[in-house]
């Protein structure tokens, strides 16, 4: 049978297409295995990144990236970054999050072991430009009031903005957003300190 009979049979079209879908699945399958350790080290450069961003020089001496610790909260689970200094866990680092005005605000707080923030910073939001987009630490250093505040520092009843009676400032025509912004780090206050033997003992 020479190939234009072959041609000529019924199944050639479906083996072709069959062949073809093969080796295109096989290229795509090397593609992503070449990339892969790429991809995985410039997702984790970015996340170190992030992360030192919040914690200040010299409190971490370990590979907190490799040093963490998964809780649940809301029904979510909450991976804790633990930066250590001589062995000891001296700050936990982690995400929370908050429905803003135009959806969920994303913020990455790092809080010492003794209850007190260390740095807030907002990693992804879908505020207003102009407005509630002075969440973001190159728009306004407004996020950087969180620093060095507890649970009892302020009152818990002052963990607002003015408005509602707190003590951090709001945005003027864009008071939802910073409102989130705050409940987001008092929750995450509350986390750890509801979870602190889980984080700190480990």
Same mark, same amino acid.
């Given at each position: 049978?020479?190939?234009?009979s072959?041609?000529? !049979?019924?199944?050639?079209?479906?083996?072709?297409?069959?062949?073809?879908?093969?080796?295109a699945?096989?290229?795509?399958?090397?593609?992503?295995?070449?990339? $892969?350790?790429?991809?995985?080290?410039? /997702?984790?450069?970015?996340?170190?990144?992030?992360?030192?961003e919040?914690l200040?020089?010299?409190?971490?001496?370990?590979?907190?990236l !490799?040093?963490?610790?998964?809780? /649940?909260? $809301?029904?979510?689970t *909450?991976?804790?970054?633990r930066?250590?200094?001589?062995?000891?866990? $001296?700050?936990?680092?982690?995400?929370v999050a908050?429905? +803003?005005y135009a959806? /969920?605000?994303?913020v990455?707080m790092? &809080?010492?072991?003794?209850?007190r923030t260390?740095?807030?910073? *907002?990693?992804?939001?879908?505020?207003?430009?102009?407005?509630?987009?002075?969440? /973001? *630490?190159?728009?306004?250093p407004? &996020?950087?009031?969180?620093e060095?505040?507890?649970?009892g520092?302020p009152?818990?009843? !002052?963990? +607002?903005? !003015?408005?509602?009676?707190?003590?951090?400032?709001?945005?003027?025509?864009?008071?939802?957003?910073?409102?989130?912004? *705050?409940?987001a &780090?008092? +929750?995450?206050?509350?986390f750890f300190?509801?979870?602190?033997?889980?984080?700190?003992?480990?």
């Amino acid at each position: 049978m020479n190939f234009e009979s072959f041609r000529e !049979k019924i199944g050639y079209q479906p083996v072709l297409l069959g062949v073809i879908a093969l080796l295109a699945s096989g290229a795509l399958a090397w593609a992503s295995a070449a990339t $892969s350790g790429a991809i995985a080290a410039a /997702e984790a450069k970015d996340l170190r990144d992030s992360l030192s961003e919040v914690l200040p020089q010299g409190l971490a001496d370990n590979d907190f990236l !490799k040093d963490t610790v998964d809780l /649940e909260k $809301s029904g979510k689970t *909450v991976t804790i970054y633990r930066a250590r200094k001589g062995g000891a866990v $001296s700050a936990a680092l982690f995400k929370v999050a908050e429905r +803003g005005y135009a959806g /969920e605000i994303q913020v990455l707080m790092a &809080v010492d072991r003794e209850g007190r923030t260390l740095g807030v910073r *907002v990693l992804k939001h879908a505020e207003t430009p102009g407005l509630g987009d002075k969440i /973001e *630490v190159k728009k306004d250093p407004w &996020v950087h009031s969180f620093e060095g505040k507890s649970l009892g520092d302020p009152a818990p009843e !002052k963990w +607002g903005v !003015k408005k509602d009676g707190g003590v951090f400032d709001q945005f003027a025509g864009a008071t939802i957003t910073p409102r989130a912004v *705050v409940k987001a &780090v008092k +929750g995450g206050m509350d986390f750890f300190a509801a979870h602190k033997a889980e984080i700190i003992g480990g």
